[in-house]
């Protein structure tokens, strides 16, 4: 099978200007997490999406949207750029909300100047 | 409060030295506990989680509840084990990926 794939691989926004970032998962998986990566902060929750409903919610302000849809396909949306958005942002899916392995795609790195 | 801590930002050990990278968690009860790797250019990948009680690449993770740890360990290092590593833990009776809480990560880089 395919692993997760995740579009654009880089990205360099300006201040202010909005995003959307999307993931692909592996086939047969319905569940797909987001995550933003930065050296100081780690990897932080930003959300799980199940049959695409929003199971959980990371605490992050409310520019920071997602949605997935019927084929398990994940876009998350980021509004109003701020400079601290600069980051390594992953999506993971598994193939129920459950305790089974998450299985990582390469990330979407973006740059805010 | 839940937590995860990895002391160590950056650990440097020679080829063919033992590697411990220390992880140590807070929380009062027995959680789900993780170590994941990521190899440069690579995907962060689960590498091994307790419940398994198996050996990974050669890691082994013993959990000690006492001391709240899980420290990742490895006798003979090798040059393809430089990576980030992630310790990281999940209460138990939680299935979801919003309850995984990852440690800031250790980058263990083996030197020839």
């Known amino acids: 099978k395919a692993g997760v794939t995740q579009t654009p691989r880089y990205l360099i926004k300006t201040r202010g200007q909005q995003v959307t970032l999307s993931c692909s998962p592996i086939?047969?998986?319905?569940?797909v997490s987001w995550y933003q990566q930065t050296p100081g902060q780690g990897l932080q929750f930003l959300f799980e999406y199940f049959s695409e409903t929003q199971r959980n919610k990371g605490n992050f302000p409310g520019r920071f949207s997602g949605r997935q849809f019927s084929n398990s396909r994940s876009e998350m949306n980021v509004s109003t750029l701020e400079l601290g958005d600069s980051a390594l942002y992953l999506c993971a899916s598994a193939e129920a909300s459950g305790g089974e392995t998450q299985y990582f795609g390469p990330g979407t790195r973006l740059l805010v100047l | 409060a839940q937590r995860v801590t990895q002391p160590e930002k950056l650990l440097s050990v020679f080829k063919g030295a033992p590697v411990e990278l220390k992880c140590n968690y807070s929380?009062?009860?027995?959680?789900?506990l993780f170590w994941y790797v990521q190899y440069s250019r690579q995907r962060l990948q689960l590498l091994l989680r307790?419940?398994s009680r198996e050996s990974i690449k050669g890691f082994t993770a013993d959990l000690n509840k006492g001391e709240t740890s899980f420290h990742l360990k490895k006798p003979f290092a090798q040059e393809e084990d430089s990576a980030m590593y992630y310790c990281?833990?999940?209460?138990?009776?939680?299935?979801?990926?919003?309850?995984?809480?990852f440690g800031s990560g250790t980058r263990l880089s083996i030197r020839p």
């Open positions: 990281a833990l999940r209460p138990p009776g939680y299935s979801s990926a919003s309850k995984i809480i």
């Open positions: 307790h419940i």
């Open positions: 086939s047969g998986h319905r569940s």
């Open positions: 929380y009062s009860g027995s959680p789900e």
